[in-house]
């Protein structure tokens, strides 16, 4: 049973899977462990003592188990989001275990859907990346998006609930951003698609219009460019008389067999 309060718990859950996935080592749990015996006036709870003479990373998320509840909510992954950047940046952790570990994130759905594919497809970048410009890219880029998660600290967990309510607002407010500026750009896409397909129906248009006018004034077909340009046209007339017929089965098999 669960024996510590918040915001312990919270964060003895973010040692739990850091000791898990290699991001946060036996001395820094140890080393918290032994803060909180020290500055306690009154007799600590046993399971800090426990911890702090804990001897083996086995033995440590044993004991972090049995005085937690796992909650997998998207806040743990944040924080271990925020702990990768500190370690990443300061080139404490190599590139490919940073991935590896946001993949592990990802796939234990204890992150936002929404930055979650990110977290996937940094993962894919970097398998595809065979040269080392590309992991300096690829680098630079993760520590771009990690940098939103900078806040958090095994130091300050007291703050991580405020602390995520601003990264979620502002990861909100950049998502509604993105989805205007996309909207934005469809519509511009779309006046630019209409004023293509204008300009290629009057070209079209004006392509029959000339061949009607070739076949109506009947021209010497004594002359060979003017037989090739009066089967051209009786050709271009041929296909614009036969259109709407075609167009009219096409619709007609596309419903029928649901294409």
Not at 32 to 42: F, K, L, R, S, V
Not at 72 to 97: R, T
Not at 207 to 224: H, M, Q
Not at 230 to 249: D, G, Q, T
Request: aromatic share 14%; charged share 20%; proline share 3%.
């Amino acid at each position: 049973m669960p024996i510590l309060p918040q915001p312990y718990n919270l964060l003895l859950e973010v040692f739990y899977s850091g000791l898990q996935w290699e991001l946060i080592t036996k001395a820094e749990v140890v080393k918290w462990a032994d803060d909180i015996i020290i500055t306690t006036e009154e007799i600590p709870n046993y399971f800090f003592i426990e911890l702090s003479m804990s001897k083996s990373i086995t033995e440590t998320k044993v004991l972090i188990k049995d005085n937690i509840n796992v909650s997998n909510a998207p806040i743990i992954g944040n924080v271990l989001l925020g702990l990768i950047y500190h370690k990443l940046s300061s080139d404490n952790i190599e590139l490919q275990k940073a991935c590896d570990i946001m993949d592990r994130i990802a796939l234990n759905d204890i992150m936002a859907g929404g930055e979650a594919g990110l977290l996937y497809q940094f993962s894919d970048e970097l398998q595809e990346a065979f040269r080392p410009e590309h992991y300096d890219y690829l680098r630079i880029e993760i520590l771009e998006f990690l940098s939103t998660y900078k806040d958090f600290t095994l130091d300050n967990y007291y703050m991580w609930p405020s602390i995520n309510e601003q990264i979620e607002t502002l990861i909100f407010n950049i998502t509604q951003q993105r989805i205007e500026e996309n909207e934005t750009f469809r519509q511009a896409q779309n006046h630019i698609n209409f004023i293509h397909l204008f300009t290629i129906k009057m070209a079209l248009y004006m392509l029959i219009f000339g061949a009607e006018i070739v076949i109506l004034s009947k021209p010497d077909l004594r002359y060979k460019f003017n037989k090739d340009l009066y089967a051209i046209s009786l050709i271009l007339f041929a296909i614009a008389m036969c259109y709407p017929i075609v167009w009219v089965i096409y619709r007609a098999l596309a419903k029928l067999f649901r294409i």
